[in-house]
């Protein structure tokens, strides 16, 4: 069965955009023809999220809005990845507009679940054995200069609050040598810049050899000529050792950016979420961060209204934000997922509560977060472009090492007619929110 349309919406995080770039490669490779105009495909792929409340109810929202494209051209309707993996034929015997479901261990099951589809069954294909997809290609979904690179898969951390490993299963680590080949790749391609992901890039390698190997992977990684910019996302601060700060602090091309997730400021919450840590160690941590790479960029997220925060818990995260003073922070209302530990706990927060504590703490950390941005006016920095503004005409949007992709604003530009991912020269001149202004020096 070729020829038949297909297309794909992918949501939830990175890791997600991965596994839905691994299935546009293989569905092309099948013989199937990818449409980027729903009203062309004949059959819709919704990759799902399933982490917290927020992501659940988008997912299931966007698997109804495209079953109304079943009233066109559309003749199938599957949904894949976290939400289907968690929740199997629930979803199936609940939307009756879906033709079909496959988790996240069936990812190289697409085309087979399409074409099951119109052969007249309801597929649902969530017993695959996982199989790390070391050398699947991609068809990517980033634009052309950027990419994620996804350098293990599932979870050994034992939060209270999380699902993730229920869905994803244990930690396994990529062969190093295959994430290098696929970084080449990549670069060959045209990457400049890839972003390393995955629920704990800290632990990589553990698993297959005993070691530590993140460090070493950092190495190879700077060797590739065409790579610019190699970025480290979700680094556990438990286990950010000294050998990693050092590969940080030391390799060029590894940018002075680190994603950790802190998730409060209250000891007492951080033992109630499994969390082996302490504020103290936190704080001491991004001290030294900042002593040992100058300049660097901090971002962190923070769970508000976790089961028994009372008003000492809360003020304590806000006083543990005053004092961090970090660059880019994202805040989540605890989201009681079933099946974790947390969603036994007593003294669950009210919805009300957690929604009016978020509040105060965006309003704390927007006022941390100005200060900042001021801090930059003036500066002179190196910036790639992403693109042109659909907003407004005429502006160049662009990023500098400090922002990562898609969660941290941008730099807007006087158009000059730079390529997407071409390197410039500017000045910040000031802000909008988290966005930054800029004028270019070397036009």
Request: aromatic fraction near 6%.
């Amino acid at each position: 069965m070729k020829n038949i349309r297909v297309a794909l919406v992918s949501l939830g995080c990175a890791k997600n955009l991965v596994d839905s770039e691994i299935m546009l490669s293989l569905l092309q490779t099948e013989g199937f023809v990818l449409v980027a105009k729903l009203d062309d495909a004949e059959a819709i792929i919704v990759n799902t999220c399933g982490f917290i409340d927020s992501a659940k109810e988008e997912s299931i929202e966007k698997i109804l809005e495209m079953a109304c494209f079943k009233q066109g051209n559309c003749r199938v309707l599957l949904a894949a990845g976290c939400l289907a993996q968690r929740f199997g034929t629930e979803l199936l015997a609940e939307i009756p507009e879906l033709d079909g479901i496959f988790g996240i261990n069936d990812v190289h099951g697409a085309a087979e679940a399409v074409r099951r589809v119109f052969a007249g069954e309801r597929p649902a294909l969530l017993q695959g054995e996982y199989r790390p997809p070391e050398d699947a290609a991609r068809l990517l979904a980033t634009p052309a200069h950027t990419a994620y690179l996804k350098i293990a898969e599932g979870c050994d951390n034992k939060c209270t609050y999380c699902a993730i490993p229920a869905i994803r299963g244990p930690y396994r680590s990529k062969d190093r040598q295959t994430i290098v080949a696929e970084a080449k790749k990549l670069a060959a391609g045209g990457v400049k810049e890839v972003n390393l992901i995955a629920q704990d890039i800290t632990l990589f390698g553990l698993d297959r050899t005993g070691q530590l190997e993140l460090p070493a992977l950092l190495e190879e990684l700077t060797a590739i000529p065409e790579l610019s910019w190699i970025r480290l996302l979700y680094a556990y601060p438990e286990r950010l050792n000294k050998q990693i700060v050092e590969a940080v602090a030391r390799l060029d091309k590894v940018c002075n950016y680190l994603d950790l997730p802190l998730q409060h400021g209250s000891d007492r919450i951080l033992r109630r979420m499994g969390r082996k840590t302490t504020a103290k160690k936190n704080i001491m941590l991004l001290n030294s961060l900042r002593e040992q790479i100058p300049g660097i960029t901090l971002r962190s997220s923070f769970i508000v209204g976790f089961p028994g925060e009372d008003e000492a818990d809360f003020q304590a995260l806000l006083d543990f934000l005053q004092e961090a003073r970090l660059e880019r922070v994202g805040f989540f209302a605890y989201s009681r997922e079933a099946g974790t530990p947390a969603a036994r706990f007593y003294n669950q927060v009210s919805n009300e509560l957690k929604e009016e504590r978020v509040a105060r703490a965006l309003s704390l950390q927007s006022r941390i977060g100005a200060e900042k941005q001021k801090l930059l006016i003036g500066r002179m920095m190196r910036v790639m472009v992403d693109g042109r503004s659909a907003q407004e005409r005429g502006l160049l949007l662009a990023r500098s090492a400090m922002q990562a992709p898609e969660v941290d604003g941008y730099i807007r530009l006087q158009d000059n007619g730079a390529k997407n991912g071409e390197f410039l020269q500017v000045e910040i001149t000031g802000f909008d929110g988290y966005d930054q202004e800029g004028k270019i020096l070397n036009s």
